[in-house]
Nanobody, 116 residues
Framework: QVHLVESGGGLVQAGGSLRLSCAAS????????MGWYRQPPGKQREFVGA???????NYADSVKGRFTISRDNAKNTVYLQMNSLKPEDAAVYIC??????????YGQGTQVTISS
């Protein structure tokens, strides 16, 4: 089981930037993936991006070129740098860890609000 704590959410103007962090603790498999989902108000959860412990990344089309995901394996921490934010990026951002053979573990989420 992995415990995750997100931070860095808040209110930002459209066009601005925000950096989210997610610190994880617990057991990790030799191959694992850390990443982010988001849930806009009244909508379903959607995938944002992910990064493996070997550095491979994957992004949703809606954030490509604007968001960058990175991780510090020594700190078991994943980051989401969000630039050129749009009103439609407003959501609760939820980080996760997926170990090989296990169901993903999720954090509680951090709110990102965009003012236009």
């Amino acid at each position: 089981q992995v415990h995750l704590v997100e931070s860095g959410g808040g209110l930002v103007q459209a066009g601005g930037s925000l950096r989210l962090s997610c610190a994880a603790s617990g057991r990790f498999s030799s191959f694992n993936v850390m990443g982010w989902y988001r849930q806009p108000p009244g909508k379903q959860r959607e995938f944002v991006g992910a990064i493996s412990n070997f550095g491979g990344t994957n992004y949703a089309d809606s954030v490509k070129g604007r968001f960058t995901i990175s991780r510090d394996n020594a700190k078991n921490t994943v980051y989401l740098q969000m630039n050129s934010l749009k009103p439609e990026d407003a959501a609760v951002y939820i980080c996760y860890v997926a170990n090989s053979g296990d169901s993903p573990s999720y954090g509680q989420g951090t709110q990102v609000t965009i003012s236009s």
